[in-house]
């Protein structure tokens, strides 16, 4: 736990076709005789609705929507507390890079916003959100780096884009 926000860890990797970017979409249990246990028991309404109940819950709250990324063997969680007294959600965002991005234009803000929602994704993935070609989404997140807004982390095969300031 920190200021403002909790990070969860968890060993393991998204199951089935599940990934950061559509983990709202997609249920999957890990672990379906647990499921079916807190099922049978009333610990849960039905299957698959813990992910989605969590987004709409801290949305009512005024908290920004729960965070995901995985690298080869881990699944992080970031949840943020809600917005601070000057209605900031994350002054560091908020501040100094809020005036780079608030002179993006087009597609250029649609993919910050993407790699902002979704830290640690690949290009594959935000091609299929934004239904362009990998070619296209590679030259707009390299001109998003040369601006010093996003950053590549991790191996060719395994890192992802983060926003630099968050």
């Known amino acids: 736990m920190f200021d403002g926000h909790m990070k969860v860890e968890s060993p393991g990797i998204f199951p089935g076709l599940v990934r950061p970017y559509n983990i709202r979409e ?3 249990s890990c672990n379906s005789k647990i499921a079916l246990y807190m099922r049978n028991y009333k610990l849960v309404k039905e299957f698959g609705e813990g ?13 920004p929507a729960p965070e995901y990324r995985q690298n080869e063997f881990m699944v992080y969680a970031t949840i943020r507390q809600h917005s601070d ?3 900031d959600v994350n002054s560091d965002v908020n501040g100094d890079v809020n005036s780079d991005v608030n002179n993006l234009k087009g597609s250029l803000k649609d993919i910050y916003k993407i790699v902002h929602d979704h830290p640690g994704i690949k290009i594959g993935e935000v ?13 707009q997140l390299n001109e998003l780096k040369k ?9 060719d095969k395994t890192g992802g884009y983060y926003v630099i300031k968050e």
């Open 26 to 28: 997609m249920n999957f």
């Open 51 to 63: 992910v989605d109940r969590m987004f709409r819950e801290m949305e009512e709250a005024g908290c």
């Open 85 to 87: 007294a000057n209605g």
């Open 147 to 155: 601006k010093g807004l996003l950053e590549y982390r991790g191996s």
């Open 127 to 139: 091609a299929e959100i934004r239904g362009k070609t990998e070619s296209t989404v590679w030259k």
